[in-house]
């Protein structure tokens, strides 16, 4: 799991860039919703080999599935709310930034959240 912040500074070369590939949204570049027709299925890494985060080996920082952030607004229990970031196969331009989070109880589940593989 991501700690807070740090998974995004790698995606985007520590703050330089908006998605991982540069600053203009690629609607094909990240497996998002835009992508593959928009069939809004999950693929293996290194599928958008053009979705190549802030340093090189680094694929799909952005897109295919969100990422859980070890980042809680409280730990007292199931019901907290936490961090996913970068967006998922279901999500478009704004939610495919690499700045973008969204906030899901700790105990909710998803086939398009869970911990990112970024390396092949």
Known sequence: MAADRDDGDRARDDGARTYPYGDTYGPTMCNGGDANGGAQTVEAVESFPGCVGGFPG???????????????????????????????????????????????????????????????
Do not use: F, K
């Not at 969100?66 to 607004?73: A, K, P, Q």
């Not at 998922?88 to 495919?96: C, E, K, Y």
């Open 58 to 120: 680094i694929y799909d920082m952005s897109g295919n599935v969100r990422e859980w952030e070890d980042s809680c607004n409280a730990a007292l229990g199931p019901g907290d709310n936490c961090n996913e970031r970068e967006g998922s196969v279901n999500d478009g331009a704004t939610q495919l930034t690499c700045a973008a989070t969204d906030l899901a109880p700790r105990n909710s589940s998803s086939e398009h959240v869970g911990l990112r593989c970024c390396s092949p």
